[in-house]
Structures are given as C-alpha cells and as structure tokens.
C-alpha cells in the first residue's frame, strides 16, 4: 500500500527564530504591520510503500528522528494518508 | 481578532528539488527505502490581527505574493484557524 506523508519540522517554541524575526521585521515595512510573530520551518512530503498504516508511520518517525529533524533544535509532526 | 495562519511554501511540481533528491538518496542509505519522492519546502506559521476571516485571508495572500513565495519556482497554499 502507498501512502502520502506531509511533515511539518519547525524551531522549538522556546528557542528564537532569527529567520522569522527578520521576515517579520519586513512585514511592518510592506505595510503588514498586523502579521506578527513568524516562525519559519520546514515542509516535507513524501511517499512510503508500507503493508499498512502502522508500519509506515514508524518508519516515517525514524526517518525523522534520524534524518529530516534535529531533536535539539526542531520539533516535528506528520499526517499520513492513503495514495 | 486574531487568526492563526499555517502556510506551506513548495517547489513547483515542474520542477526537480535538488535537495529532495538528496535526501531521497540518504533514505536508501538509512535503510528506508521503501520512502520516495521527497519534496521539501517551508511551512511557515503566523499570526494576524483583522476584523474577519476574508481580511485575514487577503492579507495573508499578499504577504505570500510579496514575500514569502517566489512564485516562479514555488507555489503556496495556508490555512488560516482563529486563536
């Protein structure tokens, strides 16, 4: 079975974001002063061939942990679905 | 009110994602490779100050087409959720 993953990686919460502050900073100078705290991540898609859901979602956990997020610094999140 | 804006910032379809394709590659390496056609991009996050929900969705459409996408190379799509 093939299925779609969408994997969002983004900067801890607690750590800053200098790539989005700076992205915010130009907001306010495109007259989008109302736009305010940017943080700026990753965006993964991809396609696993997995006998079921199960499986496929431990792989794409360990293809996270062990290659598109660095744990000290990133957090992420996926969903999953049927091709 | 404030709204919540989650945005995805991709390569075109189109187009080859050099950097995709790596990590395609480093996948077989890991022993995963059951996963293909990696695509990566941004996932941005934001908030935004407006009096309803289509402001809002105005709003955010400009700051993708002025900022946050080139859409020669990319395309975007978000989802906007009140906080």
Chains 1, 2 share one sequence.
Request: glycine share 4%; charged share 30%; aromatic share 6%.
């Amino acid at each position: 079975m093939k299925y779609f993953a969408d994997i969002n990686v983004m900067p801890m919460k607690a750590l800053l974001d200098p790539q989005g502050k700076a992205v915010t900073g130009s907001m306010r100078n495109l007259g989008l002063a109302e736009i305010e705290n940017i943080r700026i991540g990753k965006h993964i898609t991809l396609e696993i061939e997995a006998p079921n859901k199960e499986i496929a979602t431990a792989k794409i956990d360990d293809a996270c942990k062990k290659l598109l997020c660095n744990q000290i610094m990133e957090f992420y999140e996926f969903e999953l679905r049927e091709a």
